[in-house]
């Protein structure tokens, strides 16, 4: 969203899980702020309420955002389009939602653990080639959904699959929310999220403090300003993937 409609940097979104029109649903509830009842017309919006997202739908609407919702893509045809998108709308960052749902080589299927690690070197390879950032979305281990005790965050062998998703990725970046998994007994504390940085292959880890805004589907900063931490790995996090110049992982290409 932030490439796409704040910076007008041509993206390219693999969506194997939701449709087109599922997916710009959710986009409209959290660039026009308002709740997802009220955007697929459950509630009637009042006038006035359509003054500030009329105009931000308007952007959005203007965002150069490439949409293949195409199921169980093979990785291998998902390399195709992306080399097309990427000479043809000069696509600036890719996104693919989620890896295991795309399909490895032919003769892997049925071996899930070396389909999986196909699929992940092929995505590393493809950014590398094309220069280009590509986010994979990935699944986590029923192991991590499962673990009682302690404070419940995932680690990286909780990567669903395959290590091989923890070896080719540059950056690994976790969602965690506590009340998600039954952790937050504050009512106060429910929309609490922290996006951890487990690996970082040219910058620090950390932990950034945000808030999750479950209505309009989107996260959002921390009223309270950051700690010491979490700003130098928000500022390493903006030299990695700068949108306004090509950085160094624009450049070398990478995959999250």
Same mark, same amino acid.
């Given at each position: 969203? $932030? ?26 509830? &959290?660039? &026009? ?21 009329? #105009?931000?739908?308007? $952007? ?37 939602? #989620? ?16 389909? *999986? ?23 986590? &281990? ?37 009340? #998600?998994?039954?952790?937050?007994? $504050? ?44 700003? $130098? *790995? ?23």
């Amino acid at each position: 969203r $932030n490439a796409a409609v704040q910076f007008h940097k041509p993206v390219a979104f693999f969506s194997l899980e939701m449709s087109a029109i599922q997916l710009a649903k959710r986009l409209m509830t &959290s660039e &026009s702020g308002l709740s997802a009842d009220k955007i697929k017309g459950g509630v009637k919006l009042e006038n006035f309420e359509w003054e500030q997202p009329e #105009y931000k739908l308007r $952007n959005l609407s203007k965002a150069p955002l490439y949409i293949d919702d195409t199921p169980g893509i093979p990785v291998m045809e998902f390399r195709t389009k992306a080399k097309t998108l990427v000479k043809s709308k000069q696509v600036a960052l890719i996104v693919v939602d #989620y890896l295991q749902l795309m399909q490895g080589p032919s003769e892997l299927r049925g071996m899930r653990e070396q389909e *999986v690690a196909a699929i992940s070197r092929t995505l590393k390879a493809t950014a590398k080639e094309l220069e280009v950032p590509i986010i994979a979305l990935s699944q986590l &281990s029923r192991q991590a959904v499962q673990r009682t005790g302690g404070n419940g965050k995932p680690q990286l062998s909780d990567l669903r699959e395959s290590g091989s998703i923890e070896q080719d990725a540059d950056m690994v970046l976790f969602i965690h929310r506590p009340d #998600y998994i039954g952790l937050s007994e $504050n009512p106060e504390d429910r929309e609490l999220t922290q996006i951890i940085i487990a690996k970082h292959r040219n910058g620090e880890i950390g932990e950034i403090p945000m808030r999750f805004k479950s209505d309009q589907i989107r996260f959002v900063e921390m009223d309270d300003a950051l700690d010491v931490q979490a700003r $130098n *790995v928000a500022s390493a996090m903006n030299d990695a993937v700068d949108f306004s110049g090509v950085s160094e992982f624009e450049s070398m290409g990478g995959m999250l």
